[in-house]
């Protein structure tokens, strides 16, 4: 399975990265989108809108199911990424690169408590 | 040779055969019964069902429902119920109008079992002819309403208007709580839109469109034309709603639309309304298919099923439910809706009526309507009387002061039913059947005076100012070439066989999906649905014309309530989830009636089918989660520690029984013990009310309230995707809590209380079907199909256990009336999955059994009492065959991607592919046993790309293109 080891964790399968510039982008982890098999719609925040810590932030659709993606911490959206919209195949391609939506978190500390590697990967050896 | 001796004849009373429908009904013979018992090592029925239901809940008496009586017989004493129903021309009127059901749609469809035995089309590759059915549906909807998505159906009027409302909320910027109501819709749309509101904590505001421009809501509802009759152009206040945020909605009539501006060309998010008059008998209240149409950026908000476009494995067109994952059964309490059932029977009868017409013979059909309104409302004019509605396309409203009463007598004895809007007041609608000579005979009636109707034919044909240009509407419609090809009868009847010829339905082998309940839907059960005393009875027709309908509804109640052990009947509810939503709202209205409004916590086990979180939300509840152990039971310490938790705000448990798992629990009385100890109802979901009929009871187990879907249990077909009836049980403390009738009062519940469906009975001309399986098969006859569809999931779980293992079984080893095939570990060790084993046996000629419900990577088979020890050894011979097929992909002989399994179904474009270069023989492809060669169902398409299909949906007839046609 692949997981980063330069990435955080959620338990809901979230990834997150911590840019230079204080934002956060998140997407979702191989092993979600090897679960949810060919994803053919994403639905995205808008930009500006404030979340909280494991709110719904945004839906990822394939034909079997579909699964909302959650915020990670609390912020706020400041990017989306559009391309997507028509090719939501991206992120079953690879899931690391295709990311879905950049975050300001209101407090940066917060990200301390997300899992790393190690520990996602003990979590999904243990599911 | 000797005669038989006199000694051995047998008595009239055997000859007679009064049981014999029992054995019609059910499959195995005593012989075959003795074998299967054999089979799975149990010395008796009565052993098997000891071992299988816990004693603590078993019934200890019969059931009193009476002696079986024979076929010809029961449907006598229906006819003699049905007589008392008296069918007059009714005009009332409401959103229901009489309708002429083209004959060969009648015989080719509605009393087709090709058509009406099918089930929803998961498994699409078996499905096209529906699905294109359902797509000309669609399309027609599309072009009818101006809008550029349709869903497949909705189950009345009223419940679409209620989803357009919560549609609204889901799409709308605003964020008021608030939602707009035309005080000109029909009065039982107002009726289940004040329930649905309740629970949602929206607040209706009523008023003319015009004054909706004041109202800072989020969505708005308008009628057009609306309940008066009026038709009005609804550009301004939908602009005006709009610019504030709000989602408009417009109820309104299909019929009218062929002549009228639709609804999206005036500017409206969303059209609703009901299909019935193109073709749908009235049947006092339903079943009709509800359209529902909405804009393409709206289209995951919508809910219900859609029928899209994709492609086969052969690149070749293909026909498949879209968007499925927005459905409950994924999405739970995060739905857009609990809604499972559409009308797909009915909405098949509207789509052929305008295949059958064409646009021309609609225009023509909807100018007759409209030409006999205004000549009623010229004639009525000129000999002055007040004729309310200014512009209208077939309602009129008039003002007749002291008079009306006795007019509307008079109007009555001569074979007319108008509408009482009022004191004073009288409606009159015209519909497909009226004639000239009807108004006339109307005029006559109401103002005395004999009109010369050709006279006043010809001064309309020069104008009519009832309905001014700027109302027509001016863009083509029905222009695709399915809409007009099909005007003579040969081409219409071959059609129709051609899309019958691509559904595998229970005329060819048996369905054994499970949870769904396949049973034989027998041809003297369905016989009395068409019979004019049952099809011609508008819902609203004064009841002493229905006493035929009451009487058999009443029979029917006394019979379920007996069945359930409950107290009370509500027969509303058009679905199962109907009968959810309806059970639900019983249990909050009860607790808010003690002061306990914080009761708003439902208990719901993990494995529970999805629309029960999906209906809890609905009701304004929270739902919390449950576990299940290892065995797939209700975890009960993990039960109590909730109870007990949420004990203060706890208002109910929903469990299935026997569970979704398909396993009758030991503990289900301690369960349902808990959560009343804590001050909790218990609903209990009907789904698999069957395997209980006779043998325990939801009133014994414990439940407070439960649904019936009388399309499993009680033999009404599943139409292909619907009807579906979902009345409701309770018990007597709940029964003042259940649905009433703005319209039909109904003794029993609250005066004044809010309805769930549009009608008083819901699809009342069904109901028909259930008394009959009733009445012919006796106390002694349900017990018995109880009991044998138990023995025959226990077979099939005996004989496939050694090539697929069965997952969940009870204390004793057994299964209740279905089980669950694990395909995981196949999956793990050849990628062989559920979907491929499914597709695969449609080349054995059967439907697949329940996939990946209630456990993922399983298949859950319920064979139900109705088939017989032939047709499942057939089954088990063909799961045993694709087991061995694996089994060649374990070995290697066959490439885990090239094999019969991933690359089924085959169809005749695999038999005559000239570059057929797979490892495995056409032969074995197509002809995998003996049994198939000899009733072979061939799959009209090859394995459909659902990928493809949602990553570009589309869900309207695709334009003839003739090079793809030859390709097929």
Known sequence: ?127 | MDSPSPCTRPSLAALEQRDDFIGRHIGPAATEIAAMLATIGASSIEQLLAQTVPATIRLTTPLAIGEPRPEGEALAALRAIARRNRVQHSMIGMGYADTQTPAVVLRNVLENPGWYTAYTPYQAEIAQGRLEALLNYQQMVIDLTGLELANASLLDEATAAAEAMSMARRVSRSGSKRFFVDAGCFPQTIDVLKTRAAFFDFELVYGTPDEAAQQDVFGALFQYPDDAGEVRDLSGPIAAVKSRGGIVAVATDLMALVLLRSPGDMGADIALGSAQRFGVPLGFGGPHAAFFATRDEYKRSLAGRIIGVSIDARGKRALRMALQTREQHIRREKANSNICTSQVLLANIAGMYAVYHGPQGLRTIAERIHRLAALLGEGLRQASIDVGSRHFFDTLRIDLGARAASVYQAAVDAGYNLRRVAPGVLGIAVNEKTTGRDISTLIRLISGRELDLDALDSQLQAVDPSLPIALLRRDAILTHPVFNTHRTEHQMLRYLKQLQNRDLALDHSMISLGSCTMKLNASSEMIPITWPEFADIHPFAPLDQAQGYLQMIGELAAWLRVITGFDAICMQPNSGAQGEYAGLVAIARYHASRGETQRKVCLIPKSAHGTNPATAQMCGMRVVVVDCDDAGNIDLADLAAKAALHAAHLACLMITYPSTHGVFEASVRDICAVVHEHGGQVYMDGANLNAQVGLTSPALIGADVSHMNLHKTFCIPHGGGGPGMGPIGLKAHLAPFMANHCVQPIDGPHAGQGAVAAAPWGSASILPISWMYIAMMGGSGLTHATSVAILNANYIARCLQPHYPVLYTGSEGRVAHECILDIRPLKASTGISETDIAKRLMDYGFHAPTVSFPVAGTMMVEPTESESKAELDRFIAAMIRIREEIRRVELGHWPADDNPLKRAPHTQADLVDEHWQRPYSRQEAVFPLPYVAGNKFWPSVNRIDDVHGDRHLFCACVPIDESEEGRG
Do not use: C
């Not at chain 1, 955080?8 to 840019?19: N, P």
């Not at chain 1, 639905?43 to 494991?54: D, M, N, Q």
């Not at chain 1, 659709?61 to 912020?75: F, N, R, T, W």
């Not at chain 1, 950049?102 to 979590?123: F, G």
């Open chain 1, 1 to 127: 399975m692949n997981i980063p080891v330069e990435l955080k964790y959620t338990r809901s399968h979230e990834w997150i990265r911590a840019e230079t510039d204080g934002t956060i982008t998140v997407g979702i982890s191989d092993h979600a989108q090897e679960l949810l098999g060919d994803l053919v719609f994403i639905e995205l925040p808008e930009v500006g809108r404030e979340l909280t810590a494991e709110q719904e932030a945004a839906v990822v659709e394939s034909v079997k199911a579909a699964a909302d993606v959650y915020a990670p911490v609390s912020g706020t959206v400041v990017e989306v990424n559009l391309a997507l919209a028509d090719a939501p195949e991206q992120i079953n391609q690879d899931a690391y690169a295709a990311w879905l939506f950049r975050m300001k978190p209101t407090t940066p500390s917060d990200l301390d408590a997300l899992l790393d590697a190690d520990a996602y990967q003990q979590l999904l050896a243990a599911l």
